[in-house]
Nanobody, 123 residues
Framework: VQLQASGGGLVQAGDSLRLPCVVS????????MGWFRQAPGKEREFVAS????????YYAESVKGRFTISRNHARNAVYLQMNSLKPEDTAVYYC?????????????????WGKGTQVTVSS
């Protein structure tokens, strides 16, 4: 199983980025998918999730209204659209898959992690 996240980079505050996560080895239709992030010296934290139905989405308070998670079953991929980026969004972003039927995914719920992609937002 591989979850390949990409799309990170160095941007300025207010810019946008779109992170795709292409999955192989499992069918995302059978999983809830999520994004987490980890800043230097901090614990990994939940960012957003989308249930298997692709209808229900959940967000951390810090990103509500700015980030949008989506999924494409045909492409077996999940996406994180990040708008109005802030310096505090700087972190390594990880995509995740879980069978747990939970909106706000906990780190311990994750069955599969992808390798992260670095997002750096300058002020």
């Amino acid at each position: 199983v591989q979850l390949q996240a990409s799309g990170g980079g160095l941007v300025q505050a207010g810019d946008s980025l779109r992170l795709p996560c292409v999955v192989s080895g499992l069918t995302i239709r059978d999983y809830s998918m999520g994004w987490f992030r980890q800043a230097p010296g901090k614990e990994r934290e939940f960012v957003a999730s989308i249930m298997w139905s692709a209808i229900d989405t959940y967000y951390a308070e810090s990103v509500k209204g700015r980030f949008t998670i989506s999924r494409n079953h045909a492409r077996n991929a999940v996406y994180l659209q990040m708008n109005s980026l802030k310096p505090e969004d700087t972190a390594v972003y990880y995509c995740a898959a879980t069978k747990a039927f939970r909106g706000i995914i906990r780190v311990g719920d994750v069955d599969y992690w992808g390798k992260g992609t670095q997002v750096t937002v300058s002020s």
